[in-house]
């Protein structure tokens, strides 16, 4: 069973940077797809970014496009989300989500994901 746990969050000005990390019970995951989702107070929840198992297949959402990046360390089985030029409006909690796949699959439906962490606060203010 492979269980996901976030780190990293925290508060941070406008314009800043956060990384958000996601430490992998396994020893590899290159035979999941892993991804970030967010899910503001009052608001749905929302894919950010995701990687494919092979790790040559990224997707993210309109909204950080350029801003931030998902990235994967199999050395250390850690998943990360580089976060530059935060905005007000990106503060939620952030999930790291992984799902058993091959090659190049990905996606940003959070249904298509079975397992999640327990979720890193992110705040973005002055």
């Known amino acids: 069973q492979l269980h996901l746990v976030e780190s990293g969050g925290g508060l941070v000005q406008p314009g800043g940077s956060l990384r958000l990390s996601c430490a992998a019970s396994?020893?590899?995951?290159?035979?999941?797809?892993v991804g970030w989702f967010r899910q503001a107070p009052g608001k749905d929840r929302e894919g950010v970014a995701c990687l494919s198992p092979s790790g040559t297949v990224t997707n993210s959402a309109d909204s950080v496009k350029g801003r931030f990046a998902i990235s994967r360390d199999d050395t250390k089985n850690t998943v990360y989300l580089q976060m530059d030029s935060l905005k007000p409006e990106d503060t939620a909690t952030y999930y790291c989500?992984?799902?058993?796949?091959?090659?190049?699959?990905?996606?940003?439906?959070?249904?298509?994901?079975?397992?999640w962490g327990q979720g890193t606060r992110v705040t973005v203010s002055s």
């Open positions: 989500v992984a799902e058993a796949a091959e090659g190049s699959w990905y996606s940003l439906y959070a249904q298509e994901f079975s397992v």
């Open positions: 396994q020893r590899t995951l290159d035979s999941y797809a």
